[in-house]
């Protein structure tokens, strides 16, 4: 290679000048001076380097764009300098393309030594001229005269000037008459002449050896060619489908104008008692907006894929409501069923999402901004976040492997239709796969959709999770409500020979949502009705939410296979109980606990206030509560899990204040003067009542035979329990009330029963063989657990009321900080039991400070309790009674007999 210096010349964005070409551009009139010296100080016309630049850049910081590596030397022929009336004209520049030179270093020499930018200036700089080239192969030049020319036959039978078209009939004859020896300069030619996309040129230009130069614009002509031709067809059928519809449209015009004029002659005797244009002006609206309508559905109805059953139903629907008198019934009842099935997003349609994770994907901040959405949205659930990134994270490499096969999969089309391209019997398949390249590039893979189940107390953000999730993932969101639904035809629709029939609550929602990939809320599913005389809408659900067949869900209405695979759907429930087995197993279960008092003033406020002072027209500048207010209303009038009584008893207060501030404002004529902002704890009594709950309940009294249990209630919220026991004159009975079920009766017969067995341990009895309720005058047990008309059950009371016995029959008493759970066997043991995490906030809303757990649910404490309430609790887990009652009621403070032989046992 030969090396020279050169002036740079900076071709604007996407300016490219290849070899053999001629064109003027305008340019900085700084760079205008400058070729106007080099013409001056030459005796020739001057030669400067034409490099392009690469990227747009900006006009504040044009110092950001780059320049290319290559460029071509180009001989000035021209320079046009502004005239004296109007200097704000550019300078305007004729070059003519000679040959390519690669500019060294030209990214970092000329950045750093040109000031002002080399946008602006045209320094000198060190290029190289490639080497002689070498004439092509007889194989290149062949299949390069094969795809211009095949190119040029299809522009020039499209061209509309007459001249355009002459100018490509020169070119294709030049391509016969041309020699090997020509070929990479013909290649440079048509290149340059004709309109091909900025990278395409750019690769051309930085390609210096004539045979991959000349493979490189064989495989550029056959792209342009392919694509050229596609266009065409699509256009021809474009044309062909407007002439139907216009021929149509103008005969549809004429018996419109010969019904008007029918009309009118009838009506001629009492026109002139009419207004102008009031006889027939709004029929006509009505005839033309029935044409319309008309035509909108058979146009939607040939936007459907042909040999889709969808299509298929609507054609031989559209039969037969050609067929069918306008004024029957009939014809109503096809043309709503037509007008459901053209509103359904079927898979031909652009319905699929346009995710944030395109746009973000190769940024990589689509998770980080779905984790910033969710924590905006909601304070704690880090469990449910958790999963629902793992979700989002899947997606995110479903795309990049979709993308990395699709341009794959376009590698080896080009590929192939280069190697076709040389033979003209092969013409027909390359243009199949080009087109079966473009459909497969329509065609979305989509990710199939979880079925989340989020289970919890009311209150606690189950509804609006799902929103804050299709927010993240930039799809619309559908709530169905399924709470009392009873009938099955709710969920798959009535089929059509009801009268009023219509589609189900799922093809509502994908109709309303208008995509394929929506996120459905399934709100209250714990709630539907099961089988009846209506059918089992329970059951029709499992179609729904199955992965393995509700890609083929049939509503009974549609009658058409419906794919809800891409749907999200998410389920909510108060609890499991309800939900049939089948059900749930289609489902993810997330459990969302109660909130902790901490989280619940950080959902105050973040949310909460603000959110009331909306709603009640007040500012946050006129409003301010205090931390101790705030945590009194949480602790002393709320002990729900969720924070919707805490959302009501923080809208009583705003509204209280805003009563004030309007008073304040009437009378004053100033809303600023006398009105107090700040709310304070001891104003809260005369705002919102008396508190539910007294402060001093923890400081009670110790009662013996009275112990605390932990129980979860039946809207899934967590509590307390008190388990009371009494001894009266009786004959040695037991008595169980409070609405028990028979799982906890017979959890009060067996811990009577350890308590009689180990009577003589526990120092109750002198002997093995007496009974303890039967020592003096006999006595019956009565075990009590209050609120009576609440019904109860669950296999959890077992450990409380064997300390509850033990606590009366031997006097000692349970603090009352202390709550417990667990069920206890016959031999002693404790067994773990369910709920603990709803039992642990629960005995934390009740200021317990010490709760007894089986050992058994130890890992689920770790786990699923926050790290501030396993710091403020103190946390016993026990394997035996005698574990229990020791945690219960102190060590050593009851009197046992140990070593002692059982002699019960070893007489059985």
Same mark, same amino acid.
């Given at each position: 290679?030969?090396?020279?210096?050169?002036?740079?010349?900076?071709?604007?964005?996407?300016?490219?000048? $290849?070899?053999?070409?001629?064109?003027?551009?305008?340019?900085?009139?700084?760079?205008?001076?400058?070729?106007?010296?080099?013409?001056?100080?030459?005796?020739?016309?001057?030669?400067?380097?034409?490099v392009p630049i690469t990227t747009p850049g900006t006009d504040d910081s044009p110092q950001d764009s780059a320049l290319a590596e290559w460029g071509t030397a180009a001989r000035v022929l021209r320079l046009v300098k502004p005239t004296s009336r109007n200097l704000n004209q550019p300078y305007l520049v004729s070059l003519h393309g000679l040959t390519r030179v690669k500019v060294l270093d030209a990214t970092?020499?000329?950045?750093?030594?040109?000031?002002?930018?080399?946008?602006?200036?045209?320094?000198?700089?060190?290029?190289?001229?490639?080497?002689?080239?070498?004439?092509?192969?007889?194989?290149?030049?062949?299949?390069?005269?094969?795809?211009?020319?095949?190119?040029?036959?299809?522009?020039?039978?499209?061209?509309?000037?007459?001249?355009?078209?002459?100018?490509?009939?020169?070119?294709?004859?030049?391509?016969?008459?041309?020699?090997?020896?020509?070929?990479?300069?013909?290649?440079?030619?048509?290149?340059?002449?004709?309109?091909?996309?900025?990278?395409? +040129?750019?690769?051309?230009?930085? &390609?210096?050896?004539?045979?991959?130069?000349?493979?490189?614009?064989?495989?550029?002509?056959?792209?342009?060619?392919?694509?050229?031709?596609?266009?065409?067809?699509?256009?021809?059928?474009?044309?062909?489908?407007?002439?139907?519809?216009?021929?149509?449209?103008?005969?549809?015009?004429?018996?419109?104008?010969?019904?008007?004029?029918?009309?009118?002659?009838?009506?001629?005797?009492?026109?002139?008692?009419?207004?102008?244009?009031?006889?027939?002006?709004?029929?006509?609206?009505?005839?033309?907006?029935?044409?319309?309508?008309?035509?909108?559905? +058979?146009?939607?109805?040939?936007?459907?894929?042909?040999?889709?059953?969808?299509?298929?139903?609507?054609?031989?629907?559209?039969?037969?409501?050609?067929?069918?008198?306008?004024?029957?019934?009939?014809?109503?009842?096809?043309?709503?069923? $037509?007008?459901?099935?053209?509103?359904?997003?079927?898979?031909?349609?652009?319905?699929?999402?346009?995710?944030?994770?395109?746009?973000?994907?190769?940024?990589?901040?689509?998770?980080?901004?779905?984790?910033?959405?969710?924590?905006?949205?909601?304070?704690?659930?880090?469990?449910?976040?958790?999963?629902?990134?793992?979700?989002?994270?899947?997606?995110?490499?479903?795309?990049?492997?979709?993308?990395?096969?699709?341009?794959?999969?376009?590698?080896?089309?080009?590929?192939?239709?280069?190697?076709?391209?040389?033979?003209?019997?092969?013409?027909?398949?390359?243009?199949?796969?080009?087109?079966?390249?473009?459909?497969?590039?329509?065609?979305?893979? %989509?990710?199939?959709?979880?079925?989340?189940?989020?289970?919890? #107390?009311?209150?606690?953000?189950?509804?609006?999770?799902?929103?804050?999730?299709?927010?993240?993932?930039?799809?619309?969101?559908?709530?169905?409500?399924?709470?009392?639904?009873?009938?099955?035809?709710?969920?798959?629709?009535?089929?059509?020979?009801?009268?009023?029939?219509?589609?189900?609550?799922?093809?509502?929602?994908?109709?309303?949502?208008?995509?394929?990939?929506?996120?459905?809320?399934?709100?209250?599913?714990?709630?539907?009705?099961?089988?009846?005389?209506?059918? *089992?809408?329970?059951?029709?659900?499992?179609?729904?939410? *199955?992965?393995?067949?509700?890609?083929t869900f049939n509503d009974h209405y549609i009658n058409v296979p419906i794919d809800l695979s891409h749907v999200l759907f998410i389920c909510t429930a108060n609890t499991l109980e309800t939900i049939s087995a089948p059900l749930l197993d289609r489902c993810e279960v997330i459990q969302l606990s109660g909130y902790t008092y901490d989280e619940k003033m950080h959902i105050a406020r973040r949310f909460l206030i603000s959110?009331?002072?909306?709603?009640?027209?007040?500012?946050?500048?006129?409003?301010?509560? &205090?931390?101790?207010?705030?945590?009194?209303?949480?602790?002393?009038?709320?002990?729900?899990?969720?924070?919707?009584?805490?959302?009501?008893?923080?809208?009583?207060?705003?509204? =209280? +204040?805003?009563?004030?501030?309007?008073?304040?404002?009437?009378?004053?004529?100033?809303?600023?003067?006398?009105?107090?902002?700040?709310?304070?704890?001891?104003?809260?009594? +005369?705002?919102?009542?008396?508190?539910?709950?007294?402060?001093?309940?923890?400081?009670?009294?110790?009662?013996?035979?009275?112990?605390?249990?932990?129980?979860?209630?039946?809207?899934?919220?967590?509590?307390?329990?008190?388990?009371?026991?009494?001894?009266?004159?009786?004959?040695?009975?037991?008595?169980?009330?409070?609405?028990?079920?028979?799982?906890?009766?017979?959890?009060?017969?067996?811990?009577?029963?350890?308590?009689?067995?180990?009577?003589?341990?526990? =120092?109750?009895?002198?002997?093995?063989?007496?009974?303890?309720?039967?020592?003096?005058?006999?006595?019956?047990?009565?075990?009590?657990?209050?609120?009576?008309?609440?019904?109860?059950?669950? #296999?959890?009371?077992?450990?409380?009321?064997?300390?509850?016995?033990?606590?009366?029959?031997?006097?000692?008493?349970?603090?009352?900080?202390?709550?417990?759970?667990?069920?206890?066997?016959?031999?002693?043991?404790?067994?773990?039991?369910?709920?603990?995490?709803?039992?642990?906030?629960?005995?934390?809303?009740?200021?317990?400070?010490?709760?007894?757990?089986?050992?058994?649910?130890?890992?689920?404490?770790?786990?699923?309790? %926050?790290?501030?309430?396993?710091?403020?609790?103190?946390?016993?887990?026990?394997?035996?009674?005698?574990?229990?009652?020791?945690?219960?009621?102190?060590?050593?403070?009851?009197?046992?007999?140990?070593?002692?032989?059982?002699?019960?046992?070893?007489?059985?």
């Amino acid at each position: 290679m030969t090396s020279s210096k050169l002036p740079i010349l900076a071709l604007p964005y996407p300016v490219i000048l $290849l070899p053999t070409i001629r064109f003027t551009l305008s340019v900085h009139s700084d760079v205008g001076e400058a070729i106007l010296s080099l013409i001056e100080e030459s005796d020739t016309l001057p030669v400067v380097a034409a490099v392009p630049i690469t990227t747009p850049g900006t006009d504040d910081s044009p110092q950001d764009s780059a320049l290319a590596e290559w460029g071509t030397a180009a001989r000035v022929l021209r320079l046009v300098k502004p005239t004296s009336r109007n200097l704000n004209q550019p300078y305007l520049v004729s070059l003519h393309g000679l040959t390519r030179v690669k500019v060294l270093d030209a990214t970092s020499e000329l950045s750093s030594e040109s000031s002002p930018p080399w946008t602006n200036s045209l320094p000198l700089h060190q290029v190289e001229y490639p080497p002689t080239e070498k004439d092509p192969s007889r194989e290149s030049v062949d299949k390069f005269k094969y795809a211009a020319t095949r190119l040029l036959d299809g522009l020039a039978k499209d061209a509309f000037p007459p001249a355009k078209r002459d100018n490509y009939l020169k070119m294709a004859a030049m391509l016969q008459d041309m020699t090997d020896h020509m070929a990479s300069w013909m290649a440079d030619v048509l290149m340059g002449s004709l309109n091909g996309e900025h990278a395409d +040129k750019l690769a051309m230009l930085s &390609t210096a050896e004539s045979e991959a130069r000349l493979r490189l614009a064989t495989e550029i002509f056959v792209k342009q060619a392919s694509i050229f031709e596609v266009r065409k067809k699509v256009a021809t059928a474009v044309d062909e489908s407007l002439s139907k519809q216009q021929k149509e449209f103008f005969l549809r015009q004429q018996l419109a104008a010969i019904q008007r004029e029918l009309s009118a002659l009838r009506r001629s005797s009492t026109a002139s008692r009419e207004k102008p244009g009031d006889s027939s002006s709004d029929l006509n609206d009505d005839d033309q907006s029935e044409v319309d309508d008309m035509a909108e559905l +058979k146009r939607k109805i040939e936007a459907m894929s042909h040999g889709s059953e969808e299509r298929k139903m609507g054609v031989r629907e559209w039969k037969r409501l050609k067929h069918i008198p306008q004024g029957s019934v009939e014809h109503s009842v096809i043309r709503s069923y $037509l007008e459901w099935l053209t509103s359904m997003p079927w898979p031909n349609t652009n319905t699929f999402s346009s995710l944030p994770i395109e746009a973000q994907n190769k940024q990589g901040s689509f998770l980080a901004n779905a984790r910033e959405q969710l924590d905006a949205d909601h304070f704690g659930l880090d469990k449910v976040k958790r999963r629902l990134i793992e979700y989002l994270a899947v997606i995110r490499l479903k795309h990049m492997n979709a993308e990395r096969e699709r341009e794959e999969e376009q590698d080896k089309m080009v590929a192939k239709a280069i190697d076709q391209a040389t033979a003209p019997e092969n013409k027909g398949e390359v243009e199949s796969v080009v087109l079966q390249r473009q459909q497969q590039q329509q065609a979305r893979k %989509g990710v199939k959709g979880p079925i989340l189940l989020f289970v919890g #107390p009311p209150g606690t953000g189950k509804t609006s999770l799902g929103q804050s999730i299709a927010k993240v993932l930039g799809r619309p969101f559908q709530r169905i409500s399924l709470g009392g639904v009873r009938d099955e035809a709710e969920i798959r629709g009535h089929r059509r020979t009801y009268v009023a029939s219509g589609p189900g609550l799922i093809v509502q929602a994908l109709r309303k949502a208008g995509r394929q990939d929506p996120v459905v809320l399934l709100d209250e599913i714990d709630k539907v009705g099961h089988s009846n005389f209506h059918g *089992d809408p329970a059951a029709a659900l499992l179609e729904v939410l *199955d992965p393995e067949q509700n890609h083929t869900f049939n509503d009974h209405y549609i009658n058409v296979p419906i794919d809800l695979s891409h749907v999200l759907f998410i389920c909510t429930a108060n609890t499991l109980e309800t939900i049939s087995a089948p059900l749930l197993d289609r489902c993810e279960v997330i459990q969302l606990s109660g909130y902790t008092y901490d989280e619940k003033m950080h959902i105050a406020r973040r949310f909460l206030i603000s959110k009331q002072l909306k709603a009640n027209g007040l500012d946050e500048d006129q409003f301010a509560i &205090t931390e101790p207010a705030l945590l009194h209303i949480a602790t002393r009038y709320t002990r729900e899990a969720g924070v919707r009584s805490l959302e009501r008893a923080i809208g009583a207060v705003v509204r =209280c +204040k805003a009563v004030e501030w309007a008073e304040d404002f009437d009378s004053t004529n100033d809303g600023k003067k006398q009105y107090k902002k700040v709310v304070e704890e001891h104003e809260l009594e +005369k705002m919102i009542g008396i508190a539910r709950w007294d402060g001093d309940e923890t400081e009670r009294e110790q009662r013996r035979g009275l112990v605390y249990g932990l129980v979860v209630m039946g809207q899934g919220e967590g509590g307390i329990l008190p388990v009371e026991t009494i001894a009266m004159p009786g004959s040695g009975k037991l008595k169980l009330t409070g609405s028990l079920g028979e799982v906890i009766k017979e959890s009060g017969e067996l811990a009577l029963s350890w308590v009689k067995s180990h009577a003589y341990e526990l =120092c109750v009895t002198d002997s093995r063989s007496q009974d303890p309720l039967n020592v003096g005058e006999p006595v019956d047990i009565h075990i009590h657990l209050p609120a009576g008309a609440q019904k109860k059950d669950g #296999p959890s009371a077992g450990v409380a009321m064997v300390c509850a016995l033990v606590s009366l029959l031997t006097g000692a008493c349970v603090p009352t900080s202390i709550a417990m759970t667990g069920e206890v066997t016959l031999r002693g043991r404790v067994t773990p039991v369910g709920g603990i995490k709803e039992k642990v906030l629960g005995a934390h809303r009740a200021h317990m400070t010490t709760v007894i757990l089986p050992w058994g649910n130890r890992k689920e404490v770790e786990h699923e309790v %926050g790290l501030e309430i396993r710091n403020e609790m103190q946390f016993v887990f026990v394997r035996t009674v005698e574990d229990a009652l020791e945690a219960a009621f102190g060590k050593n403070n009851l009197m046992w007999r140990r070593g002692c032989t059982v002699m019960l046992e070893s007489r059985l």
